[in-house]
Each structure stands twice: as C-alpha cells, then as structure tokens.
C-alpha cells in the first residue's frame, strides 16, 4: 500500500498559479507512476497529468503548456505546477499513484483531494 498527502490548493484568479504537492509514503518502491486527476461537479474524474517511473510524462490536452507535473525522488513528492489558471480549472484535484506487483500494474492509490477553485 501506499499513502498519499496531497497540499497547495486554494482560490485564486484566472491567470495565477498554483503549486499542488503530494508526499508519498509507505510502499513507494513499487511505485509504477504517480498522477494528477480532477473532477469538477457533476463530472466524470479525468487524468490531468502522469508521470512514469522512468521520468516520461504526459498530460491531458486541456492543460498541455500550461500545467507541468514534476518529481522530488528525494522527498517522494510530486508536485504539479499550474499556470495561467482557467475557471474550467476548477475542481478537486486528487493525486494517485499505481504500483507494480509482479507483472501487474494495481488500481490507483488516492489522496484526500485538494480544492482548487480559479474565480473569472
């Protein structure tokens, strides 16, 4: 198992940043990737950034530019740097982490959930 913190929300308007962190702890290394996720009201939870590993990453096409997802292997941290926040970024914003265990990869791990609100 794995345990996963997740800090830096927060209100702030459109064009700011923001800086979402998530410490992780327990079994970090099986870690397979770690990842941001979001889910506004009434909708689905959708990926908004992963990173593998091995260092790739990549990142949904509404945030592509604008969001940079990062690691301190040091801290097992993630963190995910936003900028020129949007109101459609809106949402909680959860951190996740998958690990491998043999030949597979397990369901996601999930943080508390940080909110994240951009007013217009």
């Known amino acids: 198992q794995v345990h996963l913190v997740e800090s830096g929300g927060g209100l702030v308007q459109a064009g700011g940043s923001l800086n979402l962190s998530c410490a992780a702890s327990?079994?970090?290394?099986?870690?397979?990737?770690m990842g941001w996720y979001r889910q506004a009201p009434g909708k689905q939870r959708e990926l908004v950034a992963r990173?593998?590993?091995?260092?790739?990453?990549n990142y949904a096409n509404s945030v592509k530019g604008r969001f940079t997802i990062s690691r301190d292997n040091a801290k097992n941290t993630v963190y995910l740097q936003m900028n020129s926040l949007k109101p459609e970024d809106t949402a909680v914003y959860y951190c996740a982490a998958r690990l491998t265990v043999g030949a597979s990869i397990t369901t996601p791990y999930w943080g508390q959930g940080t909110q994240v609100t951009v007013s217009s």
């Open positions: 990173i593998i590993s091995g260092g790739s990453t």
């Open positions: 327990g079994n970090i290394f099986s870690i397979n990737d």
